[in-house]
């Protein structure tokens, strides 16, 4: 071989190792930061509950008994009216429930918007199913707990029961 073909072999490999090189880069980058993100308004005093767009169905609710906490189907949670918010960074608020699905997440178009580092974009989604209020999952990175339990699949949500979600924690409640 000739030597300039040796130099062209090695700046040929040298470029392709370089390009190789970046792209691990940008892929940790991408996965540790994800992409460009807007600068948020500050909170608002009260939440707005405006219109939910429904984010990508992770799993379609099953036709069989949902589960519960504790290990039953179903429960006494169609009574439930409000949301409260017992302790994270909106503790105390009380969103009305009027049958329609609740989409939580750290997405503005969610209806209940809870900024923190441990709700993904679209954490979760509650929802009435019957009498029953069942909490979905979305796939969540760092998942959603009923009553301390993390659940995999669509889950009804008793009166009083604590859902944490990210660093925030919230009770179905009766209007009393």
Known sequence: MSDLTLLVLRVAFLALLWVFVFAVVYALRS??????????????????????????????????????PGGGTGGLTGAATRLVITSGGKSGLE????????????????GLQIRD????????????WGQDWVIQDLDSTNGT?????RIEQPTTVPLRTSVKVGATTFELRTSA
């Open 31 to 68: 996965d540790l930061f994800g992409g460009r993100v807007r600068k948020l308004p500050a909170e608002p005093v009260a939440a707005v509950r405006g219109p939910v767009a429904a984010p990508p169905a992770v799993q379609s609710l099953p036709t069989s008994p949902v589960v519960t």
């Open 95 to 110: 969103i009305p429930l009027d049958g329609d699905p609740l989409t939580i997440g750290r997405a503005s178009d969610s």
């Open 117 to 128: 580092d441990y709700t993904s974009t679209h954490h979760a989604r509650l929802l009435l």
């Open 145 to 149: 707990f009923v009553d301390g339990r």
